[in-house]
Structure formats: C-alpha cells, structure tokens
C-alpha cells in the first residue's frame, strides 16, 4: 500500500512480507517491506503497533535505518497476538517514525489483521498516511490511497 503522490511528503510503499511463531505463546515476527518510492532518503527512527490485540511497544532504531531513494528493506517487529481463529482485528497500526529532508515525520499504516486456524495472525495493509509531526494544526496532511 502506498499514499498518494506528493512532492512535499516522503513517499512510501509499505507491504506485508510474512509472519512466523515467536519464542513463545502468542509472540509472532512480523515483516514488511517498506520501499522509499520518493527522490530523497528517508531515515526510520522508531516503530510502535499501539492495537492491545496487535501490538508491539514503541521502539527506537539504533542505529536508524536510511533508506535511499529507490531503496527498500525488510522490517521484522516482534508483535503480540493472542487472538482465536477467525479472529478479526480492525484498525491495528504500524507507526513509524521518520526524517525527511532533516523534518520529522511519522507515517501511519492501518492494518486488518485475521487469525489463520493454526492462530498466525495474517495482516494486509489498508492505508498508509504520511504526516510531518504535529500536521494536526497545519493544512496538507498527506492522505493514502485506498486498494
């Protein structure tokens, strides 16, 4: 999934890669692979799953990781999942935070997570919205695509 174009915003395509049991009960290792579409690089500083039913707490990069323009790469997270099968969880997130061009910024991607009947939790990105941190005052906020 990846947000509209915009020559003022970092342009990111964000895909579920695969998912796998953890060290123990209900601890999985989520991957996406996260594309730097745009012509400038982008640096993830942190990544937080804020959903209880989906959820990893906030995390820094050490050392942050710079994508190139045109780069990609794969982003592993540990994520608790403890659902039934058949279990639906709407609105999880991936948040991330970025720099682009020295600014700050976090790019939001929804998820829709189902439990497989062997409880793997399989995750599909919805949305991705790229916003500068504290957008919530400022006009242009940068809306993804829906597909």
């Given at each position: 999934?990846?947000?509209?174009?915009?020559?003022?915003?970092?342009?990111?395509?964000?895909?579920?890669?695969?998912?796998?049991?953890?060290?123990?009960?209900?601890?999985?290792?989520?991957?996406?692979?996260?594309?730097?579409?745009?012509?400038?690089?982008?640096?993830?500083?942190?990544?937080?799953?804020?959903?209880?039913?989906?959820?990893?707490?906030?995390?820094?990069?050490?050392?942050?990781?710079?994508?190139?323009?045109?780069?990609?790469?794969?982003?592993?997270?540990?994520?608790?999942?403890?659902?039934?099968?058949?279990?639906?969880?709407?609105?999880?997130?991936?948040?991330?935070r970025?720099?682009?061009?020295?600014?700050?910024w976090?790019?939001?991607?929804?998820?829709?997570?189902?439990?497989?009947?062997?409880?793997?939790?399989?995750?599909?990105?919805?949305?991705?919205?790229?916003h500068?941190?504290?957008?919530?005052?400022?006009?242009?906020?940068?809306?993804?695509?829906?597909?």
């Amino acid at each position: 999934m990846t947000q509209r174009q915009n020559a003022s915003s970092p342009r990111l395509l964000i895909e579920p890669a695969s998912c796998r049991a953890g060290a123990t009960h209900g601890q999985w290792l989520a991957v996406w692979r996260v594309h730097n579409l745009g012509q400038e690089p982008v640096v993830l500083l942190s990544t937080w799953l804020p959903h209880d039913k989906f959820a990893n707490p906030l995390q820094g990069m050490d050392p942050p990781l710079r994508l190139a323009p045109g780069g990609s790469t794969l982003l592993e997270l540990p994520v608790a999942c403890n659902e039934l099968p058949g279990s639906v969880v709407e609105n999880a997130f991936v948040i991330l935070r970025l720099l682009w061009l020295e600014q700050p910024w976090r790019a939001f991607v929804r998820l829709r997570v189902t439990v497989d009947n062997a409880r793997t939790p399989q995750y599909s990105c919805e949305s991705v919205t790229v916003h500068p941190v504290g957008f919530s005052g400022q006009a242009g906020a940068h809306q993804a695509s829906r597909g």
